[in-house]
């Protein structure tokens, strides 16, 4: 048997840092949302005990470092499934974005699996297995709009922003979250977003309320040593986007859009600017 998933990219409408723990992860709370952008996993039964992964993108791991295969892995050993699974990984986010593209196929992959091999493991519980492939894979696993805490792992899912438009625009930089996060002093954030705001305008579907309290605290950091996303930013703002912020530790940066008019501009000008320029609907 052959199965299909989709593994949308995610956005950050806000990201705040509120300490840093004895662990070495970092607390956040963020307002996260999919977008209409998403990777497409064709998972199909292998008699022999095997994973198998394969992908038309030549930039990703195919090994034991994909997050799929982590994700299949994770899956066979804890629940002592013996089939083996080929993972064909069609390839449409950017990969080291801020959008989540591998988070999002390891989420889809343990969805796939949970139906291809009748396992019905609760969605909550597949969360948790998430958990242990890496801090924005539970949000992946349920996907919507959800206010996420801990380390990225403590969900509550709020209803889906006001519909828009969203133009997510890639510099050709490779950022690092890790070395991101590494040099983000918590305790000297200037600027944190509020939440609270952000849930506010969201719950109440007022776009320009929502446009102007997006914020990032991680901007601080990937801005201060990769320039090219500031111009990015200001790029995308005086081509008229409504709200523009970079997404995670970056360096993808998206406008939102209320009126379809103004996206061929905003468009056209960032292809001017970088290649990877996307166009896609916010996913209520
Ligand atoms: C910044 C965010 C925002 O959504 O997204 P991306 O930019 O990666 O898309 C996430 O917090 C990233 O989540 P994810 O990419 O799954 O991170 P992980 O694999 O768990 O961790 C990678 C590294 O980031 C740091 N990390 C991650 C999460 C967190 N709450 N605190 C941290 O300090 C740790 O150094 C960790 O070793
Ligand atoms: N299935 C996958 N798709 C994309 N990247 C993957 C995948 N599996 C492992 N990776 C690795 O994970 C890292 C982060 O990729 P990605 O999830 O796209 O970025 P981000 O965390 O910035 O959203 C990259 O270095 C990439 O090599």
Not at 61 to 78: H, S, T, V
Not at 86 to 113: E, N
Not at 133 to 154: H, W, Y
Not at 259 to 270: S, W
Request: charged residues 25%; glycine residues 8%.
């Amino acid at each position: 048997m052959k199965i299909f998933e989709k593994a949308p990219a995610k956005i950050n409408l806000s990201l705040d840092v509120l300490h840093k723990r004895p662990d070495g992860y970092h607390e956040v709370e963020m307002v996260m949302t999919m977008v209409d952008l998403a990777d497409r996993i064709e998972m199909q039964e292998l008699s022999r005990d095997t994973i198998i992964i394969s992908s038309q993108a030549g930039y990703i791991p195919l090994d034991e470092k994909n997050l799929a295969f982590q994700a299949a892995r994770l899956i066979k050993d804890r629940y002592d499934v013996k089939q083996g699974v080929y993972i064909h990984l069609d390839k449409k986010i950017p990969v080291a974005a801020g959008l989540a593209g591998g988070s999002s196929d390891a989420a889809a992959t343990l969805r796939g699996l949970n139906r291809l091999w009748n396992l019905n493991i609760p969605m909550e519980e597949l969360q948790v297995l998430g958990a242990e492939l890496g801090s924005d894979v539970p949000f992946c696993v349920t996907g919507g709009t959800a206010v996420a805490r801990g380390r990225g792992e403590k969900l509550e899912p709020i209803v889906s922003p006001p519909q828009c438009w969203v133009v997510l625009a890639k510099p050709p930089i490779n950022v690092s979250t890790s070395e991101i996060y590494g040099k983000l002093n918590a305790r000297e954030i200037k600027n944190h977003p509020s939440t609270e705001n952000v849930m506010k305008a969201i719950r109440e579907k007022q776009f320009d309320q929502l446009c102007g309290n997006l914020g990032n605290v991680l901007e601080e950091v990937t801005l201060d040593l990769y320039p090219e996303v500031r111009q990015l930013k200001d790029c995308m703002q005086r081509l008229g986007a409504d709200g523009v912020l970079m997404s995670g530790s970056g360096p993808t940066v998206f406008g939102l859009v209320s009126k379809e008019a103004k996206v061929p501009r905003i468009y056209n000008g960032l292809r001017g600017f970088c290649k990877d320029v996307y166009a896609v609907r916010m996913l209520t």
